[in-house]
């Protein structure tokens, strides 16, 4: 009798790694989720816990949950895009150090950091509206902070965009620090008026000074 269970219950694992092996292809999170890692297809669903899927030469976050009740890191992967990804995230979200393009996709809310820093991004465009932790989005090719969120609660680090050329569009409020050194394009003038529309509860650091 045993055995018996034991048969289908091999034969049932067996079925359902077939069922998401056809679903899914090599390279999405749903596939590396559900065929390589042996797990339950989460695919727009809630997961409570951290999601960890760093190094897996991911192309693609198709297959992932809709929520994540932890932290959902994606960095050091091969994403040119973030479609799939969660809409909501209570914790951290990282897709640093992939080959995005556009944040189009990202999550729409996420409760603490939100890194996207070490990419090819043009543009902020997509990024989440709110950002409870910090947001950092260095070691781009931004050329504006159009796009960025409205509420940032801790610093905003869009330091070493070479082509940034304006700080307008930034955040209307940022909790902690606003990093911008390293943007050899910015002008003094720049930030100075930087408060003019920006609530920054702490300090400037730029190629000028702290202000």
């Given at each position: 009798?045993?055995?018996?269970?034991?048969?289908?219950?091999?034969l049932?694992?067996r079925?359902?790694?077939?069922?998401?092996?056809?679903k899914?292809?090599?390279?999405?999170?749903?596939?590396?989720?559900t065929?390589?890692?042996?797990?339950?297809d989460?695919?727009?669903?809630?997961?409570?816990?951290?999601i960890?899927?760093?190094?897996?030469?991911?192309?693609?976050?198709?297959?992932?949950?809709r929520?994540?009740?932890?932290d959902?890191?994606?960095?050091?992967?091969?994403l040119?895009?973030?479609?799939?990804?969660?809409?909501?995230?209570?914790g951290?979200?990282?897709?640093?150090?992939?080959?995005?393009?556009?944040?189009?996709?990202?999550?729409?809310?996420?409760?603490?950091?939100?890194?996207?820093?070490?990419?090819?991004?043009?543009?902020?465009?997509?990024?989440?509206?709110?950002?409870?932790?910090?947001?950092?989005?260095s070691y781009?090719?931004?050329?504006?902070?159009?796009?960025?969120?409205?509420?940032?609660?801790?610093?905003?680090?869009?330091?070493?965009n070479?082509?940034l050329?304006s700080?307008?569009?930034?955040?209307?409020y940022?909790g902690r620090?606003?990093?911008?050194?390293?943007?050899?394009?910015?002008?003094?003038e720049d930030?100075?008026h930087?408060?003019?529309?920006?609530?920054?509860?702490?300090?400037?650091?730029?190629?000028?000074?702290?202000?």
């Open positions: 009798m045993i055995r018996n269970r034991f048969m289908r219950d091999r049932y694992n079925r359902r790694i077939l069922s998401t092996s056809n899914y292809q090599p390279g999405e999170f749903g596939y590396w989720w065929v390589e890692e042996g797990n339950e989460i695919e727009g669903e809630e997961y409570r816990g951290d960890n899927c760093t190094w897996k030469e991911l192309i693609s976050l198709k297959g992932a949950p929520e994540v009740s932890g959902f890191d994606c960095f050091h992967n091969q040119t895009s973030l479609e799939g990804a969660p809409v909501h995230v209570s951290d979200f990282d897709c640093s150090q992939n080959k995005l393009i556009s944040l189009v996709g990202a999550p729409k809310e996420v409760g603490g950091t939100f890194y996207c820093a070490d990419n090819q991004l043009d543009s902020l465009e997509g990024a989440p509206r709110e950002v409870g932790g910090r947001f950092v989005c781009n090719y931004l050329r504006s902070l159009k796009g960025a969120p409205e509420y940032v609660g801790g610093w905003f680090d869009c330091s070493n070479r082509y050329e700080l307008e569009s930034a955040p209307e940022v620090e606003f990093f911008c050194d390293d943007c050899r394009n910015l002008s003094e930030i100075m930087l408060r003019d529309y920006c609530d920054i509860k702490g300090k400037i650091k730029s190629d000028y000074g702290e202000f």
